[in-house]
């Protein structure tokens, strides 16, 4: 027994030495699967986009795929659905606009998804500024010269949007109601078709993501003449924003990240501060640039805020705004 226990309590010793390590291996290891990124809209589309981009260099930075999938239905209702049904494990996760939580809930009688209740803000990924297109028959070459001639010939002019309840027309009421002018509505099915109107001639007016008419301002077929965002966008610094005659005015998509209400906070940071990275990379900045985004990433508060104030901006539009409820 003399013998025996000094050899006893160094073999214990290294055991506990090699179990610490792989203890604190298994505490570390997430992710030790694929993720899932899931889109409330088909393939395509501004959050779409967004996330692939962030896929692939988030999956490269922790080791793991990211797998994009696209559930639309139901304005959001599938996609919050699919997040629900799924473990909070920090294995699955929303990347969507803020219509969710915004424009929904004011269109729809009811819901079955709530923002607080549901979902932790996770990171903001993009912001998406609409520009404000007209066809030069109307003469009109600057913002200012627009209000003019809203001003001086209330119901003259239209606007085309993608449809009632999109953030095309919200942006446009908001603007008349700020600036006092009346233009009319012309509501159509998507961008595929206000776009192609514009063009045509068929609306004074259009507010727009930059790619679906970049091509038609370097032909001179239209002229930009906003942007909605907050301030003037690094892509087209030329155009001016309409906050700078009507402060505060920010009406810019954004879209981020969120997870399931009871997530770990542990996996809500790490999977944030990879997020913010790939936004700070220069070839991430690219990339969106030339699909007409911003990069922008940020700490969870950052999006949760960012939500909030959408929320609030749209809040006040859609209280003035007549939109149908199903």
Do not use: W
Not at 5 to 14: E, G, K, S
Not at 125 to 145: D, F, M
Not at 285 to 307: C, F, M, R, S, W
């Amino acid at each position: 027994m003399p013998t025996r226990r000094p050899f006893l309590i160094v073999t214990a010793c290294l055991a506990a030495g090699l179990t610490l390590p792989l203890l604190a291996q298994a505490q570390t290891a997430y992710p030790n699967r694929s993720i899932r990124f899931i889109v409330p809209y088909s393939a395509g589309g501004l959050p779409d986009t967004v996330a692939r981009i962030y896929a692939q260099r988030l999956g490269a930075a922790l080791g793991q795929g990211v797998v994009v999938d696209n559930k639309p239905g139901a304005n959001g209702v599938v996609a919050a659905q699919a997040l629900a049904s799924a473990p909070p494990d920090g294995y699955t996760f929303l990347v969507t606009d803020g219509s969710m939580f915004s424009i929904n809930p004011a269109i729809y009688k009811s819901l079955s998804y709530d923002f607080k209740r549901d979902f932790i803000p996770v990171s903001l990924a993009a912001r998406a500024p609409l520009y404000l297109a007209v066809h030069p028959k109307t003469g009109v070459n600057t913002l200012q010269e627009f209000v003019a001639m809203a001003r001086a010939k209330p119901g003259a002019l239209n606007y085309g949007s993608s449809g009632i309840g999109s953030s095309h027309p919200l942006t446009m009421e908001a603007m008349k109601s700020a600036l006092g002018i009346d233009v009319v509505h012309v509501p159509f099915k998507g961008t595929g078709q206000s776009v192609p109107a514009l063009i045509g001639g068929q609306v004074d007016v259009a507010f727009s993501a930059l790619p679906s008419v970049s091509g038609f301002v370097k032909a001179n077929q239209i002229k930009l003449l906003a942007t909605n965002a907050g301030k003037r966008s690094p892509q087209e610094p030329g155009v001016p924003a309409i906050a700078e005659i009507v402060p505060g005015f920010d009406f810019a998509v954004i879209v981020g990240v969120l997870a399931a209400t009871g997530t770990p906070l542990t996996v809500v940071e790490r999977i944030s501060a990879e997020m913010d990275k790939v936004a700070k990379a220069s070839e991430t900045i690219q990339i969106l640039a030339n699909a007409g985004i911003e990069a922008v990433g940020g700490k969870p508060g950052d999006y949760a805020k960012a939500i909030t104030d959408e929320n609030e901006r749209l809040g006040k539009v859609l209280k003035t705004v007549s939109i149908k409820q199903e």
